[in-house]
């Protein structure tokens, strides 16, 4: 354990061999261990979570582009008339809630909660053609580690 502990924290993903024919990976790891100002950094430590991270951006750019093309962009209570397709803050942000659930739904991620209250949807002030988010998701972690302790009584004869 300690040797591939050693392995995993110098940027190496570890692995078993069973019966000679069946590989597992133990771990997926990348070499990224410290921030930009060089304080220790987990976030990016496990390959999991870059590569949810990289579905998430894939999946929101995909139904944004896929639901709304040639939209138009307005603000909030603008009234429009019926059959046009218009994009709004309000409905930016409703769209990425929808896809939030969708992705709480494939187990990426957990917290609507917290991802709802932390959500921000505007119009850039610099473009007016641009609606901008900021998305906070919380992923769902890796099941790395598991730790149980027993404890337990000797019954003592009654005498």
Same mark, same amino acid.
């Given at each position: 354990?300690?040797?591939?502990?050693?392995?995993?924290?110098?940027?190496?993903?570890?692995?078993?061999?069973?019966?000679?024919?069946?590989?597992?990976?133990q771990r997926a790891i990348s070499m990224y261990q410290k921030n930009g100002v060089? $304080?220790?950094? /987990? @976030?990016?430590?496990?390959?999991?979570?870059? !590569?949810? *991270?990289?579905?998430?951006?894939?999946? &929101?750019? =995909?139904?944004?582009?896929?639901?709304?093309?040639?939209?138009?962009?307005?603000?909030d209570g603008v009234r429009v008339g019926p059959g046009q397709?218009?994009?709004?803050?309000?409905?930016?942000? $409703?769209?990425? /809630? @929808?896809?939030?659930?969708?992705?709480?739904? !494939?187990? *990426?991620?957990?917290?609507?909660?917290? &991802?709802? =209250?932390?959500?921000?949807?505007?119009?850039?002030?610099?473009?007016?053609?641009?609606?901008?988010?900021?998305?906070?998701?919380?992923?769902?972690?890796?099941?790395?580690?598991?730790?149980?302790?027993?404890?337990?009584?000797?019954?003592?004869?009654?005498?």
């Amino acid at each position: 354990m300690t040797e591939n502990n050693s392995l995993l924290y110098d940027g190496i993903s570890t692995f078993t061999v069973d019966s000679g024919s069946v590989v597992r990976i133990q771990r997926a790891i990348s070499m990224y261990q410290k921030n930009g100002v060089g $304080a220790d950094d /987990i @976030a990016y430590l496990d390959v999991n979570t870059l !590569l949810t *991270l990289m579905y998430m951006r894939y999946d &929101f750019r =995909n139904t944004i582009l896929t639901k709304y093309p040639r939209a138009k962009l307005a603000d909030d209570g603008v009234r429009v008339g019926p059959g046009q397709q218009v994009m709004t803050p309000k409905l930016g942000k $409703a769209e990425a /809630i @929808a896809i939030f659930r969708r992705w709480e739904y !494939l187990g *990426l991620a957990e917290n609507i909660t917290q &991802f709802k =209250n932390d959500l921000q949807c505007v119009r850039s002030i610099s473009d007016p053609n641009r609606l901008e988010w900021i998305l906070p998701p919380d992923l769902i972690n890796q099941f790395i580690v598991g730790a149980a302790q027993i404890q337990f009584l000797l019954q003592s004869p009654v005498v």
